[in-house]
């Protein structure tokens, strides 16, 4: 399976952003996806993911209520929907794939895309 990220970029603080991430290869309707970020100094940190079967969907708290995870297995593509960005939301953004879906071992990345938060 292949990742390719898209729609990172610059964008004011409030303002908002969607990420985008297409599959290749694999069969992505049974695919667990996700979105991690990485920031500068940091270590890359969980920010959404969503289940195959259910589409439940899980986030971390710095960005519940904010962003928005969803899938679009026709299209093979997993989103990230993200509003009121914050400066702290900067980073590199990576989608996930994961077989098992406790996403102790990742079994697929994306190359990652970056978002800048100007203040």
């Known amino acids: 399976v292949q990742l390719q990220a898209s729609g990172g970029g610059l964008v004011q603080a409030g303002g908002s952003q969607r990420l985008s991430c297409t599959a290749s290869g694999g069969t992505f309707s049974r695919l667990h996806m996700g979105w991690f970020r990485q920031a500068p100094g940091k270590e890359r940190e969980f920010v959404a993911t969503?289940?195959?079967?259910?589409?439940?969907?899980s986030y971390a708290d710095s960005v519940k209520g904010r962003f928005t995870i969803s899938r679009d297995n026709a299209k093979k593509t997993v989103y990230l929907q993200m509003n009121r960005l914050e400066p702290e939301d900067a980073a590199i953004y990576y989608c996930?794939?994961?077989?098992?879906?406790?996403?102790?071992?990742?079994?697929?990345w994306g190359q990652g895309t970056l978002v800048t938060v100007s203040s």
């Open positions: 996930a794939a994961d077989r098992v879906g406790n996403w102790k071992v990742v079994d697929y």
């Open positions: 969503v289940t195959w079967r259910t589409g439940t969907k």
